[in-house]
């Protein structure tokens, strides 16, 4: 995805964002940031996108964003229920009913056992969580670029048709 691509992404997840009274919270692993800073780049998304957390180590992934040791020592940094933990952790933290979550492996070596190019994401909207497992290709960066468009892009998604029941 080019960065206009992905820029236009984001202007329609803000323009949902704000039909819909949604504010969003991020929180990366892997990506270190770019998630939170692909979306600063757009002008008005302050109007729904209210922060985030780097939780780069599992000390900060547990303290900070509620996941659990069981997680963390029986599937690892790089596992569905701990990207699914980390979304609605920094939901919690950050007071909104929708957030993103990235966690995985970007290389050159893997430090959970995973393959390198595995990632997590998760989004969960109104206590409801969706989570994806991807395997991308490439170097460190193209990997984390990858993960940065994709999770913007799944967040979008996920909001204009959420899980049954939720974002009435």
Known sequence: MDRQQLTHTIEKLRELCIANDIQIAVAESLTAGSIG??????SGISDCF????????????????????????DHSAVSQLCAEQMARGVAKLCHTRAALAVTGEAGPRSQTGKKVGTVWIAVTVDDQVVA?????EGSRNEIREQTTDVAITLLYETLLSPPPGKLE
């Open 132 to 136: 994806r497992e991807f395997i991308f």
């Open 37 to 42: 800073a692909s979306l600063a780049s757009v």
């Open 50 to 73: 209210v922060g985030g957390v780097i939780a780069y180590s599992n000390a900060l992934k547990g303290t900070l964003l509620e996941v659990s040791d069981e997680v963390l020592n």
